[in-house]
Every structure is written in C-alpha cells, then in structure tokens.
C-alpha cells in the first residue's frame, strides 16, 4: 500500500491543482462535443473501408463494390512508400565550414534514428492511412532517455580521504515518433492552425506504470495515486473514454486495464499537463519540457479537405459518398440479373414424360411418348415447351456494364486515380509517350505528396530540436560518427565548434535548415543524371581555368570562386565540397608566394645591362673624342663589341647546358 502523500503542507498547491484539472477537463469535454459529428462519420467511413456495412445502407443490401478501398490501396503507396530521407544543409549555402559541418552531424543523427527505429516508418504509414479514411493524421514526438549507474571516487567532507559514490547518468538518448489514433486528439478551437493554443492527446497507462510515472508528481497536489482507477478495457473501441463505453468482455482481469491519461500541451502557459476523468488534481504539471520553438511536440495535423470556417476536415469519401452509392446500385443489379440468366421453361403437364428429360440430366437416353400423333400435331418439342428469354437479360446487363464504367471513372476523375490510369505505361510504348503520362499523372498527386512531404518535415524539425536541446555532445557525435567526416578528420577543431553551434539555438536557426528529402520511391536514373551533370559541369570549367590561368593570371582566384560557388549548388556534391575548398585554398596560396626566377634569367639580366652600359660609355668617347683620330675610335669601337658579342654568346652557351641538364633530370629512368 502507497503512503498517503502528506496534503497540509501545500494547500495552496491542492486548491490550484483542483482548479487547473477541472478547467482542462472541461475544455477536453468541450473540445470532445464539437468533434462527435466528425468521429460518428469516421467510424462508418472506417466500416465501409473494412468492408463491414456501408455509410448509408444495411449490411444485407446486396452486391457491393468496395471502391474506396481499392482507391485508399492505390493512393496509399502513391503517397508515402518509403522511409524518408533527411536533408540538413546551410541556410544560405554560403562559405561556412563549421555550419557545413554542424548540418552534416545533425544529418546523419537523424538519419541514425530513422534507419535504425521502425517506428518512424511504421507511424507514417498509419497517419497517412487516417488522412485517406478518416481524414485527420496526428503524430507525437517524445524524448526517452535510459539511465545508468556508475561509481566515482570523490574527496570526503569529513575527513581529506576519498570516498566513493553512485552517480546516475544518461547512457542512452532517443526522440521517439509515437502514432495517435485519430480519435485520441484534441486540440482548441479555431478557424485555422494558427489559432490553435492547446493540444492533447489520449494515452493509456497500465497501473505499474502509471504509479512509476506519476506517483510522486500527483503528490505535489495533494493526490493520491489510488484516485486513478485503471477501467479501461482493451477489449472496448479504442477511442473510448475510460468511463463512457461499456466494455465487450465483463470477465478481463483488472491488471489488464488501463487508465486513460489525456496529456496537454498549452502554449499560452507553456507547460504540459496530465489529467484524468474523475480525478479532482492534475497527475503532473511541467514546464516547458522540450523548449520547442513552436512549443507543440506533434506537427499540424495531415489534414483531408478543409476550409477556413472550422479545423473539421471532411475525409474523401464523403467527396464522391453519392457515386459510390450509385456503382453499389448498379453492382447489386448486375447480380441479380447474372443468377436470373439460366434455363427456365414451362411444358404441357400432359406431357409427363418431358419432365424427367429436361430434369434428370442423363445423356443418350430416348423418352417414350404416349399418344405420339397428337403430340407430333402440337409441333413436337417446341409445340409443348417454351423458355423464358435470356437475351434480354444479356441485354440489360451489358447496359447495367457500361454504366458502371463510366460511375468508375467518374469516381476516378473525383479522386485524381484517373491520373495514376494514364500515367500507367505499356512496353510498346515510346519514351516520349511515357514521359508525358508519367508527367501528367504527377499533376494530382503532387499536392497529396507535397502535404506528405511537409508532414514529415516538421516531424523531422521537431526531432531535431529535440535532439539539439536535450541530447548530449557525446550522444551527437557518437551517433553520428562526426569523426569520420571528411571535413572533421581534415579538421579535428571543427567538431567542438559545431557542436556548440547545435547547442546554441538562435545560431543553430539562423545557419542550418532541416527538409525532407524524397518521399517516393528513388529514382536512380534521375540521381544518376544528377551526378552525371556535375561531373561535366565541373569536367568543362576545369578546362577554361586552364585557359584564364594562360591568358590572364590575375583573374584565376576568381575562376576557384566560381568554382566553389558552383559547387555548393549541388547537393550531390556535398561530400566533394570540403575537399574543392582545401585545394583552391592550396592554389591560392601558392599563387601569392613570390616567384623565383630561372638560373639562366638572371645571367641574361646582367649581360644585357653591361651591354647597356658599354654601349653608353662608347657614344660618350665618340662624342668627346670628335677631334682625335676617328680610325683609333673605330678600332676602340670595333674592339669594345667584339668583347661584348663574347661575352653574350657565353651567357647563351650557359643557358643551353642549364637547359639541357633540366631536360635531362625529368627525363625518367630507362627512358628513350
């Protein structure tokens, strides 16, 4: 038996535990009357799918033709298929190696949980399941954490010994994505989202774990635990109440009954809150638990047709309700005028005889008539017997064929299944004639996958908060493997950065930005494509760089520019991209070291200024020396080039051997 929990020293506490219990139940009741019109439809909807009576006929009605069931199989994989992929990137793809890091981190911890939890997948196919019967998808995101013990030695306060102590700490960490069953949700009143400030949801506890959740926070209120009373029945309709719905079995075990918690999230205070039926205090009250920046722990939901009047959606097969009504007319018709189509006849009763030959079944076998005359008078067989006419039943049921045809692609033009018809190809086809259906069977279903698409995109933004803000470093760098980044192992400073700049939230949302990737099946031949064009792109601009780097030099660190910003426009080159910028970094640099001259440059430098500077020297003699003898200037003259001309035709001989040697030490071994 728990311990009472001791009420007087917080009656302040109790007062508003009763007060904050009582006005959200009251708002979940409220909440519960506006949508009883919408769930009652849901469940005939849900029936009709399932095949166990239709919206507005008896089970016994006849023939029916399950339509909306084969469009929910068609559309459903149409719609979502896959597990998604997850795209984290830089917001403005700029020149940012710690937020490149950060997002390819936060990208592959994501990508971590969904490939190695089935939940995920699993919870999408239901909650588009919901969108295409019911019409309202809700999903959960939640945060586990397992826990673990381990001793550490530490200085005592007593003595200057160590002593030894148990600490608990987080040896596991996980955001969960829970599905909620579309009866299981409530949310405030409002003509669109926006307007929206509370939301809650329905989840039911068995005992031993609603007492380790729960008891010692419903003491803060002055609650027992006991005040809980776990009624409800598995066996009962999910969806249900804990005290509204008679259960289907009355002998289930009471430890197999659970209780059913409604927990809120509201925005205005910012705390979540726990309540049931029947209880006068609230279970538990936190605040802030996940410290989102849209506060809600579940994304808008995947809502069917609404308008701006009300958040009620109206599912799909409301939409078309009266065709699917006619094609079940029509379909019980046509049955019943398939079991008409056999032999029925009449004969002259004084014919006994003709009984046994068109009843008995046997073959070869001769019937004798009496009073053979009078019957060969009557014209025989067909003077005694007539049948009734088939051929206009046959008639009657081509007709009945046609017409539900054309209800069928009516139901198909409503629905947009038309659309999948004519993108369906045959082999004969050509490729032009297969692009333009697969094209135009894109048109309907685009804005069904683009609503899948950001469904999954807020989860993801969601699981990524939470990942940011409450997981540890180490838990993000141990499931992401940040080590064995290319730009973390060429750059082992980076991590710590990056992993600060996730930590750090108005950073985090100004650099990176979390999508979904794709939500249908992978096109290989399109991601192939997609590579294939980088390669040429990048293949083509290397060689003009070849080209800048000969005609004018000064311009090539704009052509790297060009190349990285090239670069980051493709998302199949993210991987490649960090290397790019190491290497046009390298380039750059050694473009801005000085250059040295060749050995034979600086030999042919000061050839050419001595030669300058005799030949000076020698129109100053001429000058001066206009009164002395010209034959002795000529032959000064004459001797003064002659040592010139030596002298340039050893600095060209020593430039030829220098050459020679640098050819040959390039040459490599054993060449010709």
């Not at 307007?195 to 209120?221: C, S």
């Not at 590579?531 to 040429?536: A, V």
């Not at 910003?565 to 960090?578: I, K, N, P, Q, Y």
Request: overall charge negative.
């Amino acid at each position: 038996m728990l311990p009472a929990p001791d009420t007087s020293a917080a009656p302040d506490a109790r007062v508003e535990g009763e007060e904050l219990a009582r006005r959200w139940l009251a708002s979940l009741s409220q909440s519960s009357k506006g949508l009883e019109d919408w769930e009652k439809r849901g469940d005939r909807i849900t029936k009709r799918y399932r095949q166990q009576g239709d919206t507005d006929q008896p089970a016994n009605a006849g023939a029916k033709f399950n339509i909306f069931w084969s469009n929910v199989d068609t559309l459903l994989p149409a719609t979502y298929s896959r597990r998604p992929q997850v795209e984290v990137f830089r917001r403005f793809h700029d020149q940012d190696p710690v937020g490149r890091l950060a997002a390819t981190i936060l990208q592959r911890a994501l990508q971590y949980e969904i490939d190695c939890g089935l939940e995920l997948h699993a919870t999408m196919k239901s909650a588009v399941l919901d969108r295409l019967i019911p019409g309202r998808a809700v999903v959960w995101v939640r945060y586990e954490a397992e826990f673990s013990e381990r001793q550490v030695e530490v200085p005592s306060e007593t003595s200057l010994e160590m002593q030894t102590e148990t600490v608990e700490e987080v040896a596991d960490e996980r955001s969960k994505v829970d599905y909620v069953y579309w009866k299981d949700f409530r949310h405030a009143p409002g003509r669109v989202w926006a307007d929206v400030n509370w939301v809650a949801r329905r989840v039911y506890f068995a005992k031993d774990r609603l007492e380790a959740r729960f008891r010692d926070t419903m003491a803060r209120f002055g609650g027992d635990i006991s005040e809980v009373a776990c009624t409800h029945d598995p066996a009962s309709p999910m969806g249900s109440d804990d005290n509204d719905t008679p259960t289907k079995s009355g002998d289930t075990p009471a430890e197999l009954k659970r209780a059913a918690v409604w927990e809120i999230w509201d925005k205005d205070t910012k705390r979540a809150i726990w309540v049931v039926k029947g209880v006068a205090v609230p279970l538990d009250v936190v605040d802030d638990p996940f410290e989102l920046r849209g506060f809600f722990p579940c994304p808008p939901p995947l809502f069917a047709t609404m308008t701006n009047d009300e958040l009620v959606p109206v599912a799909d097969f409301i939409i078309y309700r009266s065709q699917i009504r006619e094609l079940d007319d029509l379909t019980n018709r046509i049955s019943l005028l398939q079991s008409a189509l056999r032999v029925v006849g009449v004969y002259d009763s004084s014919q006994s005889a003709l009984q046994n030959l068109l009843s008995s079944g046997q073959e070869n076998r001769m019937v004798p008539v009496s009073a053979w005359a009078a019957f060969a008078e009557k014209g025989g067989l067909k003077g005694v017997t007539d049948f009734l006419p088939v051929d206009m039943i046959g008639k009657v049921l081509e007709g009945l064929y046609v017409a539900r045809e054309q209800t069928k692609q009516t139901i198909y033009e409503l629905t947009g299944m038309a659309d999948i018809i004519r993108g369906a190809s045959k082999a004969s086809e050509t490729l032009g004639a297969q692009q333009i259906k697969s094209k135009f069977a894109n048109l309907r279903l685009s804005s069904r996958q683009q609503q899948v698409s950001e469904f999954m995109t807020s989860i993801l933004q969601i699981k990524a908060e939470i990942m940011c803000n409450l997981y540890s470093p180490e838990t993000l760098q141990r499931i992401s493997s940040a080590d064995q980044i290319a730009d973390a192992v060429a750059h082992p400073d980076r991590i710590a950065l990056a992993l600060q700049m996730l930590k750090d939230e108005k950073l985090r949302h100004y650099r990176i930005e979390v999508a979904e990737g794709t939500m249908l099946e992978p096109d290989e031949a399109q991601e192939r494509d997609r590579r294939n064009d980088f390669m040429s792109t990048v293949s083509n601009f290397m060689n003009a760089i070849k080209n800048v780097a000969a005609i004018a030099p000064e311009m090539f660190p704009v052509a790297l520019e060009m190349l990285r910003f090239t670069v980051r426009g493709f998302a199949v080159a993210r991987s490649l991209e960090s290397a790019i910028e190491d290497a046009s970094d390298a380039i750059k640099k050694r473009l801005a070291e000085p250059k040295q001259e060749e050995p034979g440059e600086a030999q042919v430098k000061m050839a050419l200024e001595q030669m300058k500077q005799q030949g000076e020297m020698a129109r100053v003699q001429l000058r001066e020396g206009a009164a002395t003898d010209r034959e002795e200037l000529k032959t000064t003259l004459a001797l003064a080039l002659q040592n010139l001309e030596a002298k340039i035709m050893a600095v060209v001989a020593g430039k030829q051997v220098l050459d020679q040697a640098a050819g040959a030490a390039q040459q490599p071994p054993g060449g010709v």
